[in-house]
């Protein structure tokens, strides 16, 4: 039985300190109970999620900083031969 960090709050809002210990203490001890297994697999999980992000993130950067290098060398050519731009060497 998982037991939520809401119910805790709850319980303390409503002035039964005693029941907020004792869940807040509860949920303390499941986590700990179960934490060595579960924020191992839970860490694996969220870093190749997290990795795959940003590996998607940067991909999409690279493109899209491509695509406007393109553009804009596309625009400066145009306007060279248009005479709008001068280069001076």
């Not at 960090?5 to 869940?23: K, M």
């Not at 060595?36 to 899209?64: D, F, G, L, V």
């Amino acid at each position: 039985m998982m037991i939520s960090a809401v119910t805790a709050r709850t319980a303390r809002r409503q002035g039964d300190a005693h029941l907020a210990l004792t869940l807040n203490t509860g949920h303390t001890r499941l986590h700990a109970i179960l934490g060595t297994h579960s924020a191992m697999t839970y860490a694996a999980h969220h870093a190749k999620t997290k990795h795959a992000e940003h590996r998607a993130n940067w991909e999409h950067a690279k493109h899209r900083a491509k695509e406007h290098a393109t553009y804009r060398a596309k625009e400066h050519a145009t306007y060279l031969a248009k005479g709008r731009i001068k280069i001076n060497f």
